[in-house]
Every structure is written in C-alpha cells, then in structure tokens.
C-alpha cells in the first residue's frame, strides 16, 4: 500500500510542460478496484476480494463496491487517471477486451501502438498520415 501511495505522489507532480500521454487499457475483465478493512477477533484484515469477506453485511453489493472493469490488474478508471487528482492529460484511449499480460501479444495493441508512433514521428521516413491530410489542406 506504501509503494503504490508513493508512486501515486511521484506521477502527481507537475511537470514543466505538459505531457499527452496515450492510454492502451483493458475494459472489461473484473479488476480488484478497493478492498475492505474487516475485524476479525478484533484484528483488521485487509479483504481484497468479495470472496474473502467472513462477515458480510445483508444488502450490501460488495462486487459492485470492491471490482471494476479493467484488465484483471488496472482498472479502466486507473488506467485514465481518473479519481485520483491526476495531472496528466490522455490523447489517445485505446480499449480492448485483453488482460493486462496480453497487452503487448496483440498484433492489434502493437499495430495500434506504432500507427501512434508513426503519426507523432515527423522524421519517420515516407509521408505520415498527418503530412498527407496538411497536403490535402494545402491545395
């Protein structure tokens, strides 16, 4: 809990110039998105999973409450920065129905990945799809 609090301070510092980030995130797998404090014999246990509650309380929709949509590891919300105070601004959003390992196997996410690359790359070597939409403009 200490790490991912840190982690979560050093990426909220504000950055000289802003910085557009492009987010490659699963949306549709149930991800651990908060857990919940149980005493058990008067010692707090950390229940990370609905599964795990001893003691449930009547009424109380704990998957709805404890899971969101995202890969099995990041949630969606996360992954977009949102909640968390974040400070940095997303460009792009791609969303797949992948698991957080999956990610990068997919011919998909990487053809994704350097289209992206291709398109931010003014050196890259033939005419990028942003140069041929100005020519387009120019004529």
Known sequence: MERGRRFQLAISKPVDSPVA???FAGDCRPTPARFLEEPIA???RLRFDPS???SSLPGVDYVRLMVGAGDGWITWDSALG???GSP???ANTVLGCLGHTEMMGSDSVRNTLLGLL???DDSFP???PARLADRALDR
Do not use: T
């Open 126 to 128: 033939g005419p990028s």
């Open 82 to 84: 949102r909640g968390s």
């Open 118 to 120: 291709h398109l931010a």
């Open 42 to 44: 008067g010692n707090p």
């Open 21 to 23: 980030y492009d987010v």
């Open 88 to 90: 940095f601004r997303v």
């Open 52 to 54: 795990e509650i001893a």
